[in-house]
């Protein structure tokens, strides 16, 4: 689970210089892009909200440089089912990459 591997990188580097990005996703604060799922459990998204609280929690008591980026549905195998608009992987890849570069963001949600 990826809270999991964010909070012991955190204890392991709470007082070094490194920077942790999680990859959350929209789908822990907003509805499922197939509307007429959204009423059943859906374990992704109750993992990715767990990651979102544990990203709140940490980002503001931890030394590491905490960074967190929220896509909306990427064009990716997982969703390859999904007929929808979907963000391609390089704008995801180029906004990681602006969060790390930065120092004053902490978090960047994608929408498409």
Not at 20 to 35: F, L, N, P
Not at 80 to 86: A, D, G, L, T
Request: hydrophobic letters at 35%; charged letters at 25%; proline letters at 2%.
């Amino acid at each position: 689970m990826q809270v999991n591997v964010l909070e012991e990188f955190c204890n392991i580097w709470n007082s070094k210089d490194k920077t942790i990005v999680s990859i959350g996703s929209t789908v822990s604060d907003y509805g499922r892009t197939e509307k007429h799922l959204d009423h059943q459990h859906f374990p992704y998204r109750l993992h990715k909200q767990a990651l979102q609280n544990s990203f709140n929690r940490l980002v503001m008591s931890n030394n590491s440089n905490l960074k967190i980026i929220n896509p909306g549905i990427t064009d990716t195998k997982m969703v390859s089912h999904i007929e929808s608009e979907k963000l391609s992987t390089e704008l995801v890849a180029k906004h990681i990459k602006m969060l790390i570069e930065s120092s004053e963001i902490k978090r960047i949600d994608l929408w498409t």
